[in-house]
């Protein structure tokens, strides 16, 4: 990223807090800054455009087809999983409003987690699907998103985590193209 030394990111939140820019260090003092002193800001972008339910509701079915692609009968698929696909934020924060832990103004980015007794509850609501999470297969076999770790001691993370973030493109002609794309990460059991 070109960045002339006049660059500069404010702060949202604090009038008087300016982060000026450098050739070589682009927002680090302000991601620094919003990382401390606004760790749990979580209230969405104001200017986002209001969806249908029929949409919604397709965006939601895309999302379990996803997970539900994960979720396959070989232990090769148990552990950590990780889906990518494209979304507006206008679609992120329709479907996940109510959950969003964080907002980075500074790095455009959401944060959501899901974990424990009631976290596939949570899910089945917010998914408008029982089975959002877990496919049966022949003689009772299945496999399904773990929310809740039932070893102690294990290392993998036992939570959905649900990031959006906007990822941009720039070249040297000063064209520019963004994109959102959410990122779910989830654990895989196989129960046989």
């Given at each position: 990223m070109n960045i002339n030394?006049?660059?500069s990111f404010l702060c949202s939140f604090c009038d008087d807090?300016?982060?000026k820019a450098?050739?070589?260090?682009t927002k680090d003092g302000w991601s620094r800054h919003e990382t401390y002193k606004h760790f749990n800001y979580n209230t969405p972008s104001k200017n986002l455009s209001i969806l249908?339910?029929?949409h919604l509701s397709e965006i939601k079915n895309v999302l379990v087809y996803l997970i539900q692609s994960r979720l396959k009968l070989h232990m090769k698929h148990s552990g950590q999983q990780t889906v990518l696909?494209?979304?507006t934020e206008s679609e992120f924060v329709s479907i996940f409003?109510?959950?969003i832990k964080r907002y980075s103004i500074c790095h455009q980015k959401y944060?959501?987690?899901f974990g424990g007794y009631d976290a596939y509850s949570t899910l089945t609501n917010i998914f408008n699907q029982e089975n959002w999470g877990r496919r049966i297969y022949e003689h009772g076999q299945r496999s399904k998103v773990v929310l809740v770790s039932e070893v102690t001691n294990s290392q993998l993370n036992s939570e959905m985590i649900i990031v959006w973030k906007k990822h941009i493109i720039n070249d040297e002609d000063g064209n520019k193209s963004e994109a959102g794309w959410v990122t779910l990460k989830f654990l895989v059991g196989q129960f046989y």
């Open positions: 030394n006049t660059d807090k300016e982060f450098s050739k070589y260090i249908s339910d029929t696909a494209p979304l409003q109510n959950h944060i959501c987690r």
